[in-house]
């Protein structure tokens, strides 16, 4: 069984990960945002950083009961924007975290998710998604920064050490 607060710490621990992946960007040469590199589902540094961040509103918005999805990226034309949609996206999270019982948070229920289509899930199983999904966009970054000229010098793995 998950716990609320365990996954509070997972959480933080990850986008602690994301947010410092989006300042190593910062260091990126004029135009490399936006330059479309092939290999990759959503072809720039900037697309790949707001679907890992749109994809955890989109399913935690579903824990709600509401599908919410951004897919539009052109409100986020920079690195300030992105990470200030990071940190919004964080405190929905967090803050759904902090009020969710142990048993609600591991108890499987109807969530309807995009197209309409109802499936039985658990809420801490969303979360962890998340989590491993945002990793998996910071891995696809980290090799994008490498090619852009940008390496990723301490990689983006979750961090055990405070």
Same mark, same amino acid.
């Given at each position: ?11 933080? $621990?990850?986008? $602690? %990960?994301?947010?410092?992946? #989006?300042?190593?960007?910062?260091? !990126?040469? @004029?135009? @490399?945002?936006?330059?479309?590199? &092939? ?7 900037? !697309?790949? #950083?707001?679907?890992?961040? +749109?994809?955890?509103?989109?399913? /935690?918005?579903?824990?709600?009961? $509401?599908?919410?999805?951004?897919? +539009? ?7 300030? @924007?992105?990470?200030?949609? $990071?940190? &919004? ?6 803050? =759904?975290?902090?009020? /969710?019982?142990?048993?609600? *948070? %591991? ?13 039985? *899930? ?12 945002? =990793?998996?966009?910071?891995?696809? *970054? ?14 983006? %793995?979750?961090? #055990?050490?405070?």
């Amino acid at each position: 069984m998950h716990t609320p607060d365990g996954l509070r710490d997972l959480h933080a $621990r990850t986008h $602690r %990960n994301l947010a410092d992946l #989006i300042a190593h960007c910062r260091g !990126l040469e @004029a135009g @490399a945002l936006d330059r479309v590199l &092939e290999g990759f589902g959503d072809g720039t540094v900037r !697309l790949q #950083i707001h679907h890992a961040i +749109d994809a955890e509103k989109y399913w /935690v918005g579903v824990i709600h009961g $509401r599908i919410e999805a951004d897919e +539009d990226a052109s409100p986020y034309p920079d690195l300030d @924007a992105l990470e200030a949609f $990071r940190q &919004e996206v964080f405190a929905f999270t967090d803050g =759904y975290l902090a009020g /969710v019982s142990p048993e609600a *948070l %591991n108890t499987a229920r109807d969530m309807t998710t995009w197209g309409g289509k109802v499936h039985s *899930l658990v809420p801490a199983q969303i979360v962890l998604r998340t989590a491993t999904h945002i =990793y998996h966009h910071m891995g696809q *970054l980290a090799a994008m920064c490498r090619l852009l000229g940008h390496p990723v010098s301490q990689g983006v %793995n979750y961090p #055990i050490v405070d």
